[in-house]
């Protein structure tokens, strides 16, 4: 059961794991989001669609993935990322967020968990963080409206 209702836009996670908690996905035992970012908001993840070389990992000053639990597993839903959609949590995480090699420590994962319909309920983007200091879009937003009014993403 995927959820067919599912947006899923490069480069706004967090969206695409609301509009998950907000669909059929949300209803699953241990339905849940998981912030991934760290201090320095430069964290390396690997198996993402963005990197220019699919053997090596990109910085995001953050990522939200959606998990949720079917049959026993947990599986992880990520868009944005090369493995099967959705994959088991266990795989998502070795291929992805790998022990880093010396010299990488500095952009070392940090995870926040949050249950789906807390997130759903209480996260607000205006998508203030995907604009440049003049206003111009980093990359193209999602079709439709913002959730929520303001921003407390950060």
Known sequence: MDDP???DWPY???ENAWH????PLGQLDGASVVFISNAARSVA???QKSSPDPGQAILWDYHVIFLARRDGLYLAWDPD???ALPTP???YLEASLPPLPAG???HAPRFRWLPAALYQRELKSDRRHMRSAGGEWLKPPPPGACIGEGSNLM
């Open 89 to 91: 949590a266990s795989h």
């Open 12 to 14: 706004f996670c967090e």
């Open 5 to 7: 209702h599912a947006h």
């Open 45 to 47: 993840v690997w198996q």
């Open 81 to 83: 990322s090369t493995l």
């Open 20 to 23: 998950r908690c907000a669909g």
């Open 104 to 106: 990488l420590e500095a």
